[in-house]
């Protein structure tokens, strides 16, 4: 079963696999969240998934994170 980004709970390292929307994944790698170890800062409950990556946090929707695949990797 694939796993979303709206599953991970705060404190996850992970890699963002598949974004199904082409502008959101555009958007995503120039500010270079998909090559690489994503971590989860905060997780609010039903709402807005907090990722950051080498000192950028970014706010992603509910909506937005249901339709980001990820696979969790283990924290170094």
Do not use: H, W, Y
């Not at 996850?12 to 974004?19: M, N, P, S, Y």
């Not at 080498?54 to 924290?75: H, M, N, P, Q, S």
Request: aromatic share 2%.
């Amino acid at each position: 079963m694939d796993r979303t980004l709206a599953d991970v709970s705060a404190d996850t390292a992970f890699e963002i696999e598949v974004v199904k929307d082409n502008e959101l994944r555009a958007k995503l790698r120039r500010l270079g969240f998909l090559d690489g170890r994503v971590n989860c800062q905060r997780r609010l409950s039903k709402g807005p998934v907090v990722v950051s990556r080498r000192g950028t946090d970014l706010a992603l929707g509910a909506g937005v994170a249901k339709t980001i695949t990820i696979t969790e990797v283990e924290e170094l």
